[in-house]
């Protein structure tokens, strides 16, 4: 009321939009069903679209004209330590505090996974070793990296040619300089124009979503649904501000505040790779870290860095070994651990990519064969709301390590207020 009073109207806000968008939607999704999903479906997807179509220029700009404002290939050397440091810092919080869950509660052994209803597996592409993750890091061809958004690819390339300019003498140096800096500026123009119309497309993503789902199907995981969903909110609300608190001095409330949009379109998306246009553009304007930290960090993180769905994998895999009555000692454990980070650095960040890859986790500790692969297939056809939820923790864990990083780096202006 007092918003309204002193003329600052709410619902003109941004994210107020987003929310009350989300909200229509699933009222809308509710009531209308089936028929409903399919004529607002075509909303969704081409808001998808449109994120999609910034991400590659908007990434190569903005880590370009990053890294050559970063000055030299020492100062790019430690960011990129910080910024791996960060990375498996966090995710190894999330999955010790899926390790502990799920040794408390034990869902897979109170799991009639028999009865559960099955989801066809889509078809991702998985990395299955370290070696293979590597190999998708070196392009052989730019183009055809870009045209794909092998992220990973576009990354390193858009590294390599920022220090490249580094090194030119000064006046190409400052032409080229200019010139990225200018054309980053252009794709931060569209992205704000894109997210201006976040409300419409939340709510066609969300209406088709409601729409379409049977709650029933939820019935026999709701357990092992309950454990991930306690997990991720711990990780969410308690140890990422504490990180936050402690290795940035930043008042988590505020940066949550400040992270609204992205974390919504996370959620609507279950993509932290189509929310990346917003994740940046927010952590700059609102959050207020630097293009020189955060297209160092975001990029990377939305392709690498994933606390949720890291935490996943391990509550998952544990899961189905306890449903299948197979009980993984100490080292078993230790074993899901690293795979399950390592499962978590090699997930796409598209929808569902991060049940896909949780074969690597389970091959890891012998869990092959039909069985294992039934289950993976029952929780397919419920992931669709943790997959969301877990996508909104992985862009989530990219903006703390964003602000925590420009701190480290002697930037005063991060999270000092909420910015509407
Ligand atoms: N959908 C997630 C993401 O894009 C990945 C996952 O399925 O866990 O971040």
Not at 19 to 30: C, K, T
Request: negative net charge.
């Amino acid at each position: 009321m007092n918003l309204i009073a002193t003329g600052a109207v709410w619902w003109k806000k941004l994210h107020w939009q987003i929310l009350i968008a989300m909200v229509i939607g699933i009222g809308a999704g509710m009531i209308g069903g089936e028929p409903l999903a399919d004529n607002v479906e075509w909303i969704g997807q081409l808001f998808m679209k449109l994120l999609r179509m910034v991400i590659v220029p908007l990434v190569f700009t903005s880590i370009v004209a990053g890294v050559a404002s970063v000055g030299s290939g020492r100062a790019v050397g430690r960011l990129f330590s910080k910024t791996l440091g960060y990375y498996v810092l966090t995710s190894l919080l999330a999955i010790t505090t899926g390790l502990i869950l799920v040794n408390i509660f034990r869902p897979g052994e109170k799991t009639d996974v028999a009865n559960a209803i099955q989801a066809d597996m889509p078809d991702i592409r998985t990395p299955s070793s370290p070696v293979d993750i590597l190999m998708d890091i070196v392009p052989a061809n730019v183009i055809e990296a870009a045209a794909g958004a092998q992220m990973l690819a576009v990354i390193f390339f858009s590294i390599i040619l920022g220090l490249a300019i580094v090194g030119l003498p000064e006046k190409p140096q400052t032409t080229l300089r200019n010139f990225f800096d200018a054309a980053f500026q252009a794709m931060m123009k569209i992205t704000t124009g894109v997210i201006m119309v976040a409300p419409i497309g939340v709510f066609g993503l969300i209406a088709t979503l409601v729409g379409r789902t049977g709650f029933e199907t939820f019935g026999a995981l709701g357990l092992y649904m309950f454990v991930l969903s306690l997990g991720l909110t711990i990780h969410l609300f308690v140890t990422l501000p504490l990180v936050l608190f402690f290795l940035g001095r930043i008042n988590p409330i505020i940066h949550f505040r400040n992270m609204i949009e992205p974390l919504v379109t996370a959620f609507s998306t279950a993509s932290s790779g189509a929310t990346l246009p917003v994740t940046m553009q927010t952590v700059e304007t609102r959050v207020g870290v630097s293009n020189r930290v955060s297209s160092f960090t975001l990029p990377m993180g939305a392709t690498i860095n994933m606390d949720g769905t890291a935490l996943y994998e391990c509550l998952g895999a544990i899961f189905i070994a306890q449903a299948l009555g197979v009980s993984l000692g100490f080292t078993d454990q230790v074993v899901v651990v690293f795979t399950a980070l390592l499962a978590s650095i090699g997930a796409a960040a598209i929808p569902s990519a991060g049940l896909v890859v949780i074969f690597i986790v389970l091959e890891a500790v012998g869990l092959t064969g039909a069985g294992p692969a039934f289950i993976v297939g029952a929780m397919l056809a419920i992931d669709r709301p943790l997959d969301m939820f877990r996508t909104a923790v992985n862009v989530y864990s990219d903006s703390c390590g964003a602000a925590i990083i420009a701190r480290s780096e002697g930037e005063e202006n991060v999270d000092t207020h909420v910015v509407t």
